[in-house]
């Protein structure tokens, strides 16, 4: 348009979801880093007027240990405003009288205090990390053999991320190696899964047309919200490459370098 205005901003925005390893903070060792300016960015949407959301994979720590990293960054978060799987997957074990058998990281245990894990009727797999060993995976894969109806949760769906400066396996991987051995389909909780971010709009009170994704994994954050009809933005921060500008099937509404760039344009021409 003729003032500049990016064509992802024609339509007016009054919902934004934020992924939040990549985007607001680089993950490692000591806690990880904060990205520069993205306190400052979040500070700024939230003080707009905008409804905010995080929406996150993270499954190595619980949604209040998140929250209290973030917030040691400056970021000044609640824990209703953070969406993550695994109380929402909790949720669902509770809802349907499910039993898992649990493959998650130690770090993440805690969301499932009090859960009933004896002679399990599901499997429940997150970012385990350094837990993904032969022993562990082989368990999983003979309690869903010896199910009568195998059912597979899977707290995200991601291939890889960026940690201490280093691209490493998610969970997805090890997923799909569970789908092919037992013959199972996933059930995905968490990103890219349209349960999950409609969820988080339902609790915003915004429509897919007046929301916004803005994240660093093209497939679980931008093609996960585009898939909903929700725009999706890539940052070049966290775990994006180069290559992602020519993905052959995910083409982001916009590319920004960073969180704080793409906060610019929405505050100058979300009008």
Same mark, same amino acid.
């Given at each position: ?16 979801? /934020? ?136 707290? +995200? ?9 280093? /691209? ?9 190696? /569970? ?21 988080? /709009? ?29 725009? +999706? ?39």
């Amino acid at each position: 348009m003729a003032d500049g205005r990016p064509k992802w901003l024609d339509n007016k925005i009054r919902g934004i979801l /934020l992924d939040i390893s990549g985007v607001l903070y680089n993950s490692g060792q000591g806690g990880g880093t904060v990205i520069p300016g993205s306190v400052d960015a979040v500070q700024r949407l939230k003080s707009s007027g905008l409804n905010v959301r995080f929406c996150t994979n993270e499954t190595q720590c619980t949604r209040e240990e998140l929250v209290a990293k973030l917030n040691k960054f400056g970021y000044k978060l609640l824990s209703s405003e953070l969406f993550a799987p695994a109380p929402a997957t909790r949720f669902i074990l509770e809802k349907r009288n499910l039993r898992p058998h649990l493959l998650i990281h130690p770090g993440g245990r805690p969301d499932f205090d009090g859960i009933n894990c004896n002679d399990p009727n599901c499997v429940v797999i997150g970012d385990a990390a350094q837990e993904f060993y032969y022993e562990n995976m082989n368990k999983a894969f003979r309690a869903l053999l010896e199910m009568k109806d195998p059912i597979l949760f899977s707290m +995200g769906y991601g291939k890889y991320y960026k940690t201490d400066g280093e /691209l490493v396996l998610d969970v997805g991987p090890f997923t799909k190696a /569970l789908e092919y051995a037992c013959d199972v389909k996933a059930e995905i909780v968490g990103k890219p899964s349209k349960t999950f971010f409609m969820t988080a /709009l339902e609790a915003m009170g915004v429509s897919t047309e007046e929301a916004l994704m803005i994240g660093d994994d093209i497939l679980n954050d931008v093609g996960g919200a585009q898939a909903c009809g929700i725009r +999706g933005v890539q940052v070049r921060t966290g775990k994006f490459r180069i290559s992602d500008e020519n993905h052959p099937t995910v083409k982001p509404d916009a590319f920004v370098d960073n969180l704080a760039q793409a906060v610019d344009l929405i505050l100058k021409y979300n009008t």
